[in-house]
């Protein structure tokens, strides 16, 4: 596949309402466009017929951004636009700030030039027939200053081949950094000294994907179409659909699945309707059946089918045959309480960023965790106390009075935390990057829940979000973490048997949501002190 198959693909999937093209020259791309279209090249000689009403301007992109009205050319925001202009890294990233600005917020940005074959392609003075200059450095760029943004290469011939969904217009952290990163890129940095040190970096994905890549994301702008256009015929209509489902995994939780399930609900919930999420508890096999008096009329227990001695399967079956929301908040562990905003400020984050992975940090209830704390005496009886002194739930912020991050959380918000017992995706990830893997049949679980935490913020342009005022505190049970019963070298040898190697700690970058509670200080402080 050349570039002209991918970028004629690229239109025949998306029908874009509009496109625009910066280095149009000879016009065979340009006249891929079957719709309104707009051709940007200062030296443009147009060879092949263009079928579709198009705009030519003899200019560079830089004086046609400086004087002209995108959105009064084209009639509204860009919906497709393709970067093939001058070969230098600093005017490519000039021209997508320029089309990201003028840009529908489901507009899709191409960028030519991203894989040179030979690194004599990829100088800054062309000195080859064939020259795709270092517009490659382009994408470290993006993904260091705007990892929002959904970025994907493509391996097309030659050349390469870059989509970039997930744009955000109003968006001014590439122009307030413009100037340093313009200084950067004279100093070299964002350079690669092989064309095998820049594959390593952009991780191409295969030509034959693209057309599914391609149908996944026509397929979210039509549905964002549809539910816009069913917004503006029937505003009055209530959604009786649940935006989120809250999935919490319990066996044998008598005594802690009650607190749990009521902090999940409202009114200790704060902030959304209870008519806008919904809580199910899948009962794992316990010996004694889950049962809950005067259950919320948003929550149901459900039991789950073949009950196994991992909640990975219960899991995962909720979330595809029970939840009805768009998104989904995963609780693998159902002896942890929820802070009262947890449920409210991840839809905010989901809000706020499409394709969001949202997650809490953890606390165990009690002096130390209770791995350490357990083996000193530290019981169910001990813990009630402390939840009674300091009135909860009354006083929700006293839970952090009583409270200690777990060991997974140690890292603090500003670390990397390995896990988190309250984490949501949207319905679309969960379909495309799985659930948790169910080859984890260790009691508890094993590394699952580390396992999926991984795999998620890892996952390539992944924009995760930490909460900054939320999270979950584990009550002290028979479980399986805290109870000795099982040691790492046994989660540890099972992952190595699922993956052929061992676990390893994630590294990544993070967003965040919420404005710290008086409760969370010193736990920042904590993070901030390494």
């Known amino acids: 596949m050349n570039y002209l198959d991918a970028l ?11 496109y625009c093209e910066i280095g149009c020259r000879l016009g065979y791309s340009l006249a891929l466009s079957k719709v309104p279209a707009i051709g940007i090249d200062p030296d443009y000689e147009i060879k092949v017929a263009l079928t579709a009403p198009t705009r030519l301007f003899n200019t560079t992109s830089d004086s046609f951004f400086a004087r002209d009205d995108v959105a009064q050319i084209l009639g509204a925001p860009i919906d497709l636009a393709f970067i093939d202009g001058l070969h230098l890294v600093e005017f490519a990233l000039r021209d997508f700030m320029n089309l990201e600005k003028h840009a529908s917020p489901d507009g899709v940005i191409v960028i030519d030039d991203l894989l040179p074959q030979h690194m004599d392609y990829a100088s800054r003075q062309r000195n080859t027939t064939i ?10 760029i993006l993904r260091h200053y705007r990892p929002d943004l959904d970025i994907r290469v493509y391996d097309v011939d030659m050349k390469g081949f870059g989509l970039v969904t997930r744009l955000d217009p109003s968006s001014d952290v590439l122009a307030a950094n413009y100037s340093a990163i313009e200084a950067d890129i004279q100093a070299g940095k964002w350079s690669f000294p092989t064309v095998a040190a820049i594959r390593d970096h952009m991780q191409p994905r295969a030509t034959d994907l693209l ?5 996944i994301i026509a397929a979210q702008r039509a549905a964002k179409a549809s539910i816009q256009s069913d917004r503006r015929m029937a505003p009055a209509l209530s959604q009786h659909k649940p935006r989120l489902s809250v999935i919490i995994c319990v066996y044998d939780m008598a005594r802690e699945a009650p607190r749990t399930i009521f902090s999940a609900t409202a009114p200790y919930q704060k902030g959304l309707r209870s008519d806008e999420y919904e809580v199910i508890v899948v009962d794992n096999g316990s010996s004694t059946p889950l049962t809950y008096e005067n259950l919320p009329s948003n929550v149901q227990i459900v039991r789950a089918p073949n009950p196994r001695q991992s909640p990975v399967f219960a899991l995962n079956w909720a979330a595809r045959e029970i939840a009805k929301g768009e998104i989904l908040l995963f609780a693998i562990d159902g002896a942890r309480i929820f802070s009262e905003r947890l449920i409210d400020e991840s839809v905010k984050a989901h809000d706020r960023m499409e394709d969001a992975f949202v997650f809490s940090l953890s606390w165990h209830l009690g002096p130390k965790v209770q791995m350490q704390s357990v083996p000193e005496g530290y019981g169910a009886e001990i813990e009630d106390g402390l939840i009674r002194d300091v009135r909860w739930p009354d006083e929700p912020d006293g839970l952090f009075a009583i409270s200690v991050l777990a ?8 670390g990397d935390i390995t896990e988190s017992n309250s984490f949501s995706i949207s319905r679309t990830l969960f379909d495309r990057h799985g659930g948790f893997d169910e080859r984890f049949t260790s009691p508890g679980g094993g590394l699952a829940n580390l396992e999926i935490f991984r795999r998620y913020v890892m996952r390539p342009d992944a924009r995760n979000v930490c909460l900054l005022s939320e999270g979950t505190f584990h009550q002290v049970h028979d479980s399986v973490a805290t109870s000795g019963k099982n040691r790492w070298e046994a989660f540890a040898s099972e992952y190595e048997a699922i993956f052929g190697g061992p676990y390893l700690r994630p590294s990544y970058h993070r967003f965040y949501q919420g404005k710290p509670r008086a409760g969370m200080v010193p736990f920042i402080l904590q993070s901030l002190q390494g």
């Open 8 to 18: 004629g693909l690229t239109h025949e999937t998306l029908r874009p309402a509009n």
């Open 407 to 414: 060991g997974s959380s140690s890292a603090g918000f500003f």
């Open 211 to 215: 057309a599914s890549d391609l149908g």
């Open 131 to 140: 020259w795709t200059g270092d517009v490659y450095r382009l994408i470290p």
